[in-house]
């Protein structure tokens, strides 16, 4: 006899959830589990005309009101980034200082580089009554899109000059609903920004080229975010050679990008972190530890070389 509960058959998909908008305490309606018809290539694609772009916002100096100290350390950052992902084939993109709106302004209108490109920009605008912003641009042509935020930072926040901004506003606009030339490409989002103010003393220890065949994916896939430091804790930077994270990955890619798949690239780049000891003139910041945080969304091994 079939086993029955609430009206429906054993092996049908529910969701854990108490309700959902509409359905007054019911549970979700039974889906079906199908075949994708994903084809078993288990990595992107990274053969196409260009590896696409990298994004780098790096906030330094910030406004009195906000009472940020500013990120000595921070322009080293930058340069290693921009270095790095520029020799890895990426189009790359600086923007200094910027507030909370012109973050999300560089991330929708990266695409215009210059005044005159604007002009005619806003000349189609006001002819034929629509704009694309770059999030909505054309990355057809491109393997992937990568996006180094370099700040301030909460959990869940991240800092432009003049205060605190979503991160979710930022790396939403590139979810595979809103950027449709990018679903199904990994969006690589590498943070350096603190994510709380706790401190973490240590402890002593002992020692394929076929596109995707399935007509829906989910909108939050193909995304990696890759933390400095777990939920909670402060993010360490040195004044003069830059912060701990940053300078780990970027040696990391330096050695390893055209031979490592990116998550032992990124499980290598922990071990670096987690090698340095902090020091400070005062005694409750002196002699602490840092572990990056990698949060996941891949649905292929992901390898930067063609």
């Not at 910027?98 to 806003?122: A, H, P, T």
């Amino acid at each position: 006899m079939t086993d029955v509960k609430d009206g429906l058959l054993l092996g049908e998909d529910l969701a854990d959830a108490k309700s959902f908008p509409g359905s007054k305490g019911m549970n979700l309606p039974a889906s079906k589990s199908m075949d994708s018809g994903i084809l078993p290539d288990y990595s992107y694609r990274m053969d196409y005309p260009e590896m696409g772009e990298c994004v780098i916002i790096n906030n330094k100096n910030f406004h009195k009101d906000t009472g940020l100290s500013s990120r000595s350390g921070t322009d080293v950052d930058a340069a290693s980034v921009r270095e790095v992902f520029m020799k890895l084939g990426y189009k790359t993109k600086l923007s200094n200082d910027l507030s909370c709106r012109d973050i999300i302004k560089v991330l929708k209108n990266e695409g215009w580089k210059n005044m005159l490109q604007l002009k005619c920009r806003l000349i189609y605008f006001l002819t034929f009554g629509s704009l694309k912003f770059f999030s909505e641009e054309d990355h057809s042509k491109r393997s992937s899109f990568v996006c180094v935020l370099l700040s301030h930072g909460e959990e869940g926040l991240i800092y432009g000059t003049d205060g605190p901004l979503e991160l979710k506003a930022v790396t939403s606009l590139f979810r595979g609903d809103k950027c449709r030339s990018l679903a199904g490409k990994p969006k690589l989002f590498f943070i350096q920004a603190c994510r709380g103010t706790e401190l973490d003393s240590g402890v002593e220890a002992d020692s394929g080229p076929d596109e995707m065949m399935c007509q829906k994916i989910p909108v939050e896939a193909d995304f990696l975010y890759a933390y400095s430091t777990a939920p909670g804790y402060y993010s360490w930077r040195n004044a003069a050679e830059g912060s701990w994270f940053i300078q780990s990955l970027c040696r990391v890619l330096k050695e390893h990008a055209r031979k490592l798949e990116l998550m032992q690239i990124l499980t290598r780049v922990n071990r670096r972190v987690s090698e340095y000891e902090s020091y400070s003139n005062r005694l409750d910041f002196n002699a602490k530890k840092q572990i990056p945080c990698i949060v996941s969304m891949l649905t292929k091994e992901f390898y930067f070389r063609c």
